[in-house]
Each structure stands twice: as C-alpha cells, then as structure tokens.
C-alpha cells in the first residue's frame, strides 16, 4: 500500500510540473520605477506595488502582445502613465510628475 501511494503521489508531482513546463512560460520581468519628485505610488494595472524608487516585477503571462497599465500617482501631482507589453518595457523609466 505504500509502495502504491508513493508511486501515485511521484506521478502526481511530475505530471504537475510537466504541466506547468508544458504550458507556456510566464513572462516575468522587472523593472526599476522612479519619478520626480520621489515618494510617489506605484500602480500595475491597478494594483499597488510600492512608492518610487523601487523595482517593481511585472508578470506579462504567456502572451507577448498583453499590454500592463503602469500608473505612477503623488498629491498635489499630475499622474504620470504609460502602457507596456513585455517587448517594448525599459528596464529603468523615469516619470516626471508636474506640478498639479
């Protein structure tokens, strides 16, 4: 019996990693977000991911084309925004905040 449950439990374990081999990679990438003036929030597609500086990882999934929301927001400033898709996102981005 316990020779049956190791072997259904190896199986189970690899078929899950080949799945999630075989499936298609998440496309992860990370980058640094500053702005000026700093101390500003930092948002990916709405969710609140830290103040500037920071870096920040971003998951692009496994289609290349999907394009992520990128909001850098302080009181008293203009928003700064920007869309990235994992091809054309820059490893290091400044946003110049202006004065509201």
Known sequence: ???AKRVLFSSAV???GAALWGGGCANT???EVLSNPSGAS????G???GTTP???QIDF???PTRRVLIQVCKHRYQPGFQYWTSEDMEE???FELGVD
């Open 42 to 45: 930092i948002f990916v597609d």
């Open 1 to 3: 019996m316990k020779i």
């Open 47 to 49: 969710e609140k991911r």
């Open 14 to 16: 690899w078929a899950g």
């Open 92 to 94: 290091k981005k400044k």
């Open 54 to 56: 920071a870096k920040v």
């Open 61 to 63: 999934g496994s289609d």
């Open 29 to 31: 990438k990370v980058a």
